[in-house]
């Protein structure tokens, strides 16, 4: 890929990403190290922002979340915990960044006793998490469905099974995004809990 293809590429995720204005820069310097292989990172000239600059009306549901991967991880929990009460320590031990991707930190067995039950911890984990850490106001389906598969949870029944989590709301005809509403507080709270053990499902 040429420096300018490299550019172009990168810059189109910090806009897909729907970063705050204020972390672009970063995350964009971050975008073209991911995508160049190197292990430095590319300052980005006049031109290639401008270039970019014309797809700032594509939705905020990234289709490639590793232009987050600029923001702080420290950031990123407190914001979480900031949101929702639940401790930094405990996100840390259910929750982890991959190349600013938020992934859930737990075998399959520990998210739930079946198969629907696991897709929706799953989905609460990643949605809440985006949400509040990397301040995404639609959370785009295909972040959750491919951390689903990631950790064999996936099946044809998903969007079913997912289709009533309290406080996560999916919406959308072909291009399906997750909203977080008040009680997915709760339901977060509960799904870390799960994911700990210190339920008394979890120690059942």
């Given at each position: 890929m040429s420096v300018s293809e490299t550019f172009k590429t990168a810059w189109a995720d910090v806009v897909a990403a729907g970063l705050p204005e204020h972390v672009q820069a970063a995350a964009f310097v971050e975008a073209v190290r991911i995508h160049s292989g190197s292990p430095g990172a590319l300052e980005p000239t006049t031109k290639e922002r401008q270039s970019g600059g014309g797809r700032g009306h594509e939705s905020k549901s990234a289709e490639n979340g590793k232009a987050s991967a600029a923001l702080d991880?420290?950031?990123?929990?407190k914001a979480i915990e900031r949101e929702t009460g639940v401790s930094v320590d405990d996100l840390e031990r259910v929750i982890f960044l991959n190349d600013g991707v938020p992934q859930v930190n737990a075998a399959r067995r520990k998210l739930g006793s079946s198969l629907k039950q696991q897709q929706v911890t799953?989905?609460?984990?990643?949605?809440?998490?985006r949400h509040f850490g990397l301040n995404e106001s639609d959370v785009g389906d295909k972040h959750v469905r491919d951390e689903c598969k990631r950790l064999s949870v996936f099946d044809r029944n998903f969007a079913t099974n997912v289709k009533n989590i309290p406080g996560v709301l999916q919406t959308g005809d072909r291009a399906k995004v997750f909203k977080v509403r008040t009680a997915a507080i709760e339901t977060f709270t509960d799904a870390v809990a799960l994911v700990l053990g210190t339920t008394a499902e979890a120690e059942s």
């Amino acid at each position: 890929m040429s420096v300018s293809e490299t550019f172009k590429t990168a810059w189109a995720d910090v806009v897909a990403a729907g970063l705050p204005e204020h972390v672009q820069a970063a995350a964009f310097v971050e975008a073209v190290r991911i995508h160049s292989g190197s292990p430095g990172a590319l300052e980005p000239t006049t031109k290639e922002r401008q270039s970019g600059g014309g797809r700032g009306h594509e939705s905020k549901s990234a289709e490639n979340g590793k232009a987050s991967a600029a923001l702080d991880s420290g950031d990123f929990f407190k914001a979480i915990e900031r949101e929702t009460g639940v401790s930094v320590d405990d996100l840390e031990r259910v929750i982890f960044l991959n190349d600013g991707v938020p992934q859930v930190n737990a075998a399959r067995r520990k998210l739930g006793s079946s198969l629907k039950q696991q897709q929706v911890t799953a989905t609460t984990l990643i949605t809440v998490s985006r949400h509040f850490g990397l301040n995404e106001s639609d959370v785009g389906d295909k972040h959750v469905r491919d951390e689903c598969k990631r950790l064999s949870v996936f099946d044809r029944n998903f969007a079913t099974n997912v289709k009533n989590i309290p406080g996560v709301l999916q919406t959308g005809d072909r291009a399906k995004v997750f909203k977080v509403r008040t009680a997915a507080i709760e339901t977060f709270t509960d799904a870390v809990a799960l994911v700990l053990g210190t339920t008394a499902e979890a120690e059942s």
